[in-house]
Structures are given as C-alpha cells and as structure tokens.
C-alpha cells in the first residue's frame, strides 16, 4: 500500500497508526495510549512543547497528508476543520498515517 493510499485509510481497528515524517521519511506507529510527541521524542527528535496538554499551541506541527484527529484547545473549529497542523503532544490521527512537515 502507497502513502496516498494510508493517508485516506482509517485508523486501525486497536486506535494506532502511523507517522512520516517527510524530511526523513522515517515512519512510526504511534499507539493508542501514546502520544505523537512522546513517540518522536523517543525515537530521538527534539520537538518543541511546553505544555504538552494542547492549550499553548507550541507544538503545533504542519500535516502534508492524513486526517488529524484534534483533541486540542488552541485552534478554532474552523482551522481544526482544514487539518492542516496538529499538536503532536495530545492530537490523534483519523487516518492510518498522517504524514508531518518534520
């Protein structure tokens, strides 16, 4: 299966998915009790946080493909609606990869 193809999928049926991140193309699953933020900051990338519950908007992260599932309370309805970025500290994936601009 093609990128394009994971990005349009739903999440797997246990809640995990999948994260590109398109300067490496490195991928990782994140899994449902994890975080994105946690999965990247364990496999060695340093992404910026500060709160890490999704209020203060530091870790908002550009998605280039995938559906992002928002648990967040820093962007409105309507940038939520264009899933275009997520916090990677507590958003989700709706699709089975989400594809970031890391």
């Keep these: 299966m093609n990128t394009t193809d994971l990005t349009q999928t739903p ?20 899994g449902k009790e994890q975080s994105i933020l946690k999965v990247l ?7 910026a946080f500060s709160c890490s519950e999704g209020i203060c908007g530091t870790c908002q992260t550009r998605v ?5 599932d928002h648990w967040d309370m820093y962007l409105t309805p309507e940038e939520q609606e264009k899933g275009d970025c997520i ?6 994936s709706q699709t089975a990869r989400l594809v970031l601009d890391l």
């Design 11 to 30: 999440i797997a049926a246990d809640g995990s998915f999948e994260v590109q991140l398109q300067k490496s193309g490195q991928i990782f699953q994140v």
């Design 41 to 47: 900051q364990d496999a060695g990338h340093d992404v």
């Design 64 to 68: 280039l493909a995938g559906k992002p």
């Design 87 to 92: 916090m990677v500290c507590c958003s989700r």
